[in-house]
């Protein structure tokens, strides 16, 4: 037998006999088995592939499409990264020595992060050159999600703005076309960092300050921009034109979170309980 009909012999134990014809039950029981040992991710992998086979089968007209309509597993929208408090920003950003080039570096990017919500590509993609005048603002031009140049622009405050210009000049790097950050390691000095090193960077210094989890990465920041955008009175349309949402239900998702975490309800029962 060729491998790869070996392969899905082994593999495929909810296929059945050639002989028998599978059911829209046996989709449905196939679909219960994934989702008590998978994601809800995963599933709808899974099932999709099958529905899409099925699909095709009746499209053919050799085997009726008995996957329609069949609901994968409900995905939870929530976001799987936690956010960083005002104060464990703060924590972060002064625990950064300053007095190495390295220092300055990572103060310099992840106070970029943290007050424009950038993804670690776009931080990977920036140019020296990149930053530009914005009206009467310092921007920082990057290329959205989906674009092929970049158009979009995130404003950097005046301290972000200064902490970058101090680590520029350390670092003594004036063309237009090099890196914004570069890697300080030996055998890439200088060079573009990558999205795991951008990412490296803010795990460490997270670490160093006592704020170890798992749902506590780069991408925090991202969360942590909306997040405190939205605590410190910016709508959830800046907030959206902020993080370069194509669709308002993404940001929306902070904003319902947010409103759970101010509803005091069980304060409210306790103080009638308990006095």
Known sequence: MPPAEQLFEEECIYCKPPQSQPQRDDIVAYRDELKAEHKPSTVQGYLAAVKL??????????????????????????????????????????????????????????SVMVTTGLREISIVRADIGDIRAAGDAVALYHRGKGREDKAEYVKLAEPVEQAVRDYLRARGETDPRAPLFSSIANRNNGERMTTRSVSRVVKERLINVGLESERLTGHSLRHTAATLNLLNGGTVEETQQLLGHRNINTTLIYSHALERAKNSSEERIARAIFG
């Open 53 to 110: 086979f099925f699909q095709w089968a009746a499209q053919e007209g050799l085997y009726p499409d008995i996957a329609q309509r069949i609901k994968g597993a409900k995905q939870d929208t929530a976001h799987k990264k936690d956010y960083l408090t005002t104060k464990q920003v703060s924590r972060l950003l002064e625990s950064i020595d300053r007095s190495t080039l390295r220092g300055l570096r990572d103060y310099a990017m992840i």
